[in-house]
């Protein structure tokens, strides 16, 4: 395999192995290596005196298979420092990777890693998140961000990501043969002001095997004394004095120096490189998988990037889809972000750029339908978000829509709204979410099963919400709503799937209103989760603020169910008189008591609610499959074509400076804004007391004159 050429300057990172009669398991290390998406490297095979043949032969026929394989040999075995020592000695590149032989990594890891310390010049080292397999599974999240920490205990890996430079100044002890060399290496790195960085992802797979030398008395033993020698030897240069290098970041006053990266070219297939806020719980990025899940079904290659920090708990559902996955979050501040964009986009190549609720995307699209004239850049719609921003994303898109090829709508009444705001009608088109009907339909056996888990008798009626509790879904209305039905005498029962930042004044009106004995509470469930409840509910309740049209709501008429909710957004298009019942909004009381006379109504009559929900089922079946979305949206990628010229560095560089500008104020701005609030929060908190007390007086006194 001639992958790069053989001369040593492409070679961009050494990763260094020890090998010492290693067998079949460093196959998959070797696996995990030439399947990053990183290949600029040579892979340093350190055989550290290796007595087994078929470790040689193993060796050998690396070596013979890819020109990136440096082998070098010791005589005789000299322990793990050593090894990597040759290995650090031997290496060509400025960024040296280590890698035990029986350990795997991300197809991700290198490249990650190489951008982090490419973009952030103070840091020395980085490394990830590790998952342990084999023997033992766990997750480890300990790392750099620990600093003092490791005077005490061994908070790394040894693998990682490091300048060559500094390998100049910190090696491996090589009298540590039994253990914690690693840790030594680390303490050492600190005490000449050489820290690094843990990118929070699981990156990093490490092989437990069933043979722990620390487990028995005398490996305890061993570790103890080990640890305080080193408690000795560095606690007086490391107490308090931990080095902490800084992310490169942008100021106002100051222009900071970019780092460009070395370009790394991957096939250019039919590749979307799509950019979201984060992966998590919800209709919209439930939607983005759909839709991507589709495409990759059709040939098309698939690279996710997200903008916003968040634990991302659907990370590894869209792993299923693809491994090209970066959280630019993880990598940096946002002073990066257009670097790593520019590199994703000419290293990718992709046919066009999609994003979906991705405020930076939005600003730097100037930048970047400039910088890359002949990308394709699409987005998509979901809703208005009254209130935020000049109605959010549409307005955005709108304002900057001569720089999008396609805008894509959730409905008609969005598509109506993004014209209105300014946007190029010719741009625009719907396509509906729409839903699986051949996966998602009506299961009378987990439909039992579910009501027996929750405890509901089957000639219970049971409506069903399920959102992400926040203002836009009105979980006040809610309540209000299930407070009025048991009014009116109505024998039902609600369960409620959801979580957010209005649960608990949820939970406090619920217990207000004394219908605890009416509510079921789950919090947030997977999808898979959501849908068997469904199988168990008879009517579906959402009392939306403001919508495009409710993923949830399509798939609950999959599901058979009949709807009530807000008539807004382009809920209309969806929901008829046929399939249920669409509310006008009004105050949240009215609001609250015609939802009230509607469930009861429902509530009151099965036929009626069963027919509305067999009606329900056969308009998604007919004109809303989730098979139509995809063909419409492939269709429209593989014929979109975007030609333009070029611009001159000058004018998408000045853009950069004035959007960095923007980043800087409006970080400012949220410094001060949580400022004012603590502050405030302070003073109400100082006059609550003489406040109530004053009150009070002011209350005897007003009863007393009033006599």
């Known amino acids: 395999m001639d992958s790069l050429g053989r001369n040593d300057e492409d070679r961009l990172i050494s990763i260094i192995t020890p090998v010492y009669n290693t067998e079949g398991v460093l196959y998959e290390t070797a696996t995990s290596i030439f399947n990053q998406t990183f290949f600029n490297f040579e892979w340093v095979l350190v055989d550290d005196g290796s007595t087994a043949p078929i470790t040689r032969t193993i060796l050998k026929e690396l070596a013979e298979k890819d020109n990136r394989v440096k082998l070098v040999t010791h005589s005789v075995n000299k322990g793990l420092p050593a090894a990597r020592n040759t290995g650090i000695r031997n290496a060509v590149s400025p960024f040296l990777f ?127 004394k080990i640890e305080k020698q080193l408690t000795v030897k560095y606690a007086a240069k490391l107490a308090n ?93 946002e002073f990066n972000y257009l670097s790593y964009l520019d ?33 394709s850049i699409v987005d998509y719609l979901h809703c208005e978000d009254v209130g935020w921003k000049n109605g959010g994303y549409p307005f955005f898109s709108a304002f900057y829509s001569d720089f999008i090829t396609k805008t894509f709508t959730t409905s008609n009444d969005l598509k109506s709204l993004y014209i209105e705001l300014g946007g190029a009608a010719h741009k625009a088109e719907v396509c509906y979410i729409n839903v699986d009907t051949n996966q998602i339909k009506p299961n009378d056996k987990i439909r039992r099963e579910r009501r027996q888990v929750l405890g509901v008798r089957s000639d219970v009626p049971l409506i069903l919400f399920v959102a992400r509790l926040t203002a836009q879904k009105q979980p006040h209305v809610l309540v209000e709503t299930l407070a009025k039905l048991r009014k009116k005498n109505s024998d ?70 009949p709807i009530v909710g807000a008539k807004v957004g382009g809920q209309a298009e969806l929901v008829s008189s046929d399939c249920g019942y669409l509310v006008s909004p009004s105050d949240p009381d009215s609001e609250a008591s015609e939802y009230a006379r509607i469930l009861a109504e429902l509530i009151s009559e099965p036929n009626k609610r069963n027919q509305l929900g067999e009606n329900a089922r056969k308009i998604v079946e007919g004109s809303f499959e989730l098979a139509l979305m995809v063909n419409q949206m492939n269709s429209s990628f593989s014929n979109l074509k975007r030609n333009g010229e070029i611009c001159q560095s000058v004018q998408y560089r000045e853009y950069e400076h004035l959007l960095n ?47």
């Open 98 to 224: 280590f890698l035990d032989a029986d350990d795997l990594i991300d197809p991700v890891f290198l490249e990650k890693a190489f951008l982090f310390l490419s973009a952030n010049q103070e840091f020395s080292f980085v490394n990830s998140y590790v998952k342990g397999f084999g023997a033992k599974e766990y997750l480890w999240r300990g790392g750099f961000h620990e600093l003092d920490v490791f005077l005490k205990e061994n908070r790394n890996t040894s693998c990682f990501l490091a300048r060559k430079q500094v390998l100049n100044e910190v090696l491996f002890d090589e009298d540590l043969k039994e253990g914690c060399e690693d840790w030594d290496f680390w303490l050492n790195a600190a005490s000449k002001g050489f820290w690094g960085f843990t990118i929070p992802e699981f990156l990093f797979y490490y092989r437990r095997s069933e043979n722990n030398k620390w487990a028995t008395l005398a490996g305890q033993e061993s570790l103890a």
């Open 241 to 333: 004095n931990f080095p902490t290098p800084k992310l490169t970041s942008y100021s106002l006053g100051k222009v900071a120096s970019r780092t460009e990266v070395p370009l790394l070219q991957l096939s250019k297939n039919k590749r979307i490189l799509c950019v979201l806020p984060w992966l998590k719980i919800g209709g919209i990025d439930q939607f983005n998988f759909n839709l991507l899940h589709g495409l990759k079904e059709k040939g098309w290659d698939i690279t996710v990037v997200t903008t916003l920090q968040d634990e991302h708990p659907w990370h590894e559902k869209f792993r299923e889809l693809t491994s090209d996955i970066f959280h630019l979050a993880n990598l940096g501040d």
């Open 492 to 561: 039902f029962k609600c369960l409620v799937l959801g979580d957010g930042p209005e649960k608990d004044e949820m939970l406090r009106l619920i217990h207000k209103h004394k219908i605890k004995n009416e509510v079921i509470f789950t919090g947030s469930l997977p999808n898979e989760e959501v849908l068997a409840y469904m199988d168990a509910a008879d009517i579906f309740f959402l009392p939306s603020k403001f919508e495009g049209i409710a993923l949830s709501i399509f798939e609950a008429m999959a599901k058979g169910l």
């Open 661 to 707: 500008q923007m980043i800087a104020l409006e970080k400012e701005n949220i410094q001060m804004k949580v400022k004012v609030e603590s502050r405030l929060v302070k003073t109400i908190y100082r006059y609550e007391k003489p406040f109530q007390r004053l009150k009070k007086i002011y209350t005897k006194f007003h009863r007393v004159i009033s006599k």
């Open 343 to 375: 590199y994703l986009i000419e290293s990718r190549a992709p046919a066009l750029l999609f994003l979906s609720n991705a405020m930076f995307v939005y600003n730097a699209l100037p930048y970047l339908s400039k910088k890359h004239p002949y990308l």
